[in-house]
């Protein structure tokens, strides 16, 4: 068996959040130190619903780099790449549209909520339909295997699953491997409005980048137990997020529990309660806000560890190439 190649990435189209960071940057700091692995900032994925504002997503290259530094992906351990710098992606898309129909790409049930939430009615632009497949070429141009993701993503990589079937078939070829999502162990963070899913779209996301008085801002507003009116009220623990951001962050199990059981007593106040979370979320923080601040004063060393990344990607992607393009008989010569 050939050895696991971790490949994942990130849309730019906005700073990260806590979300992001409990749904896969923390595997992905794991990660790095067990397998190869290459990281993607698709730019070109940002495009298919960005298009009118390439500028933004430009600008946000840099701030999911200084986001990645920041947590911890450490590009000695970790190939961080542009994704439109790697030509071969896009040309290997070109080679697996033609291997899914277009009613299966409006089958996809990621990219129907997402449709949906973005109003694009009947209007939904071809190069979003196929993000899908343009993902299916990040992971396969470098033979990634192991993809750690949000669960929302999963539809998208059963897809990927499908076209290197096909390709495999129909080509008789061995160049891809199936590939398998690595889900968080930590539980979905919701927003801080409650809502299912954090999300810079639903302003209800926590960044890392937020100072501690922001953070403390959006804590106090968070969602809890919309019966629990006076302190010696009984108050629930299920969908009360700022218990669910407790079990995420505080490193404390103990205490959190003790919390929980007097709370659900009765005899705890929601103040109480989230100046405790201030302090966790902040304790977590500093040290990220620290090391980005950090590495944002050199934006041409962090540009140069992009650009070598994707240099080297690059050079995979090459030979990938090279194997497709001879199983596939466009190998003029
Ligand atoms: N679509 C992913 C998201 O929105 C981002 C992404 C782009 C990605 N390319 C990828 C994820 C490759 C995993 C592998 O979160």
């Given at each position: 068996?050939?050895?696991k190649?971790v490949l994942?990435?990130?849309r730019?189209?906005?700073p990260m959040h ?6 896969s940057?923390?595997n992905r700091v794991e990660l790095?130190n067990?397998y190869?692995q290459?990281v ?11 298009f009118e504002?390439p ?14 530094l920041?947590v911890?992906i ?5 190939t961080?790449f542009i994704?439109?710098?790697i030509p071969?992606?896009?040309e290997?898309?070109?080679i697996?549209v033609?291997?899914v129909?277009v009613n299966?790409?409006?089958r996809?049930?990621?990219v ?13 632009p071809?190069?979003f339909?196929i993000y899908?497949?343009?993902q299916?070429s990040d992971?396969t141009i470098?033979?990634g ?9 999963l539809p998208?990589l ?10 495999n078939?129909?080509y008789?070829a061995?160049i891809?491997?199936e590939v398998e999502?690595?889900?968080?162990r930590?539980?979905?963070?919701p ?10 779209s639903l302003?209800?996301?926590i ?5 501690s008085?922001e ?8 969602y809890t137990d919309?019966d629990h009116?006076?302190?010696n009220?009984p ?6 997020v700022v218990?669910t951001?407790l079990?995420?962050?505080d490193?404390d199990k103990?205490?959190v529990?003790?919390?929980?059981e007097?709370y659900?007593?009765?005899g705890?106040g929601d ?11 902040n304790?977590?923080l ?5 090391r980005r601040?950090?590495f944002a ?16 990607t ?8 090279e194997q ?7 190998d003029?010569e």
């Open positions: 068996m050939a050895e190649i994942t990435g990130d730019p189209t906005g806590l979300g992001h960071y409990i749904g940057l923390i790095q067990k190869q290459y993607a900032i698709a730019d070109m994925q940002a495009l298919t619903d960005n504002h500028e933004k997503v430009h600008q946000n290259v840099f701030q999911v780099m200084l986001d990645y920041a911890g450490d590009p000695s351990k970790s961080i994704q439109s710098l071969q992606i896009a290997l898309t070109i697996y033609n291997l129909t299966r790409l409006k996809n049930p990621t129907k909520t997402e449709i949906s939430m973005r109003g694009f009615g009947e209007q939904v071809a190069g339909l899908p497949v343009h299916a992971i470098v033979k295997t192991l993809v750690p993701v949000g669960e929302d993503q998208i059963e897809q990927t699953n499908e076209l290197i079937r096909s390709f078939r129909i008789k061995e891809f491997q999502p690595v889900l968080s930590v539980p979905r963070l927003g801080v409005d409650g809502k299912a899913k954090m999300s810079k302003g209800n996301a960044f890392l980048c937020d100072p008085d953070v403390a801002k959006k804590v106090m507003t968070m919309p009116i006076h302190v009220d108050g629930k623990v299920e969908g009360n218990f951001y079990d995420a962050f490193p103990k205490e529990a003790q919390l929980k007097q659900q007593r009765g705890l103040v109480k309660l989230k100046k405790r979370l201030i302090d966790v979320l304790h977590f500093t040290p990220i806000r620290e601040a950090l004063k050199d934006k041409s060393q962090v540009m140069r560890i992009l650009l070598d990344g994707s240099e080297k690059r050079e995979v992607a090459r030979q990938t190439m497709v393009r001879k199983v596939m008989y466009l003029y």
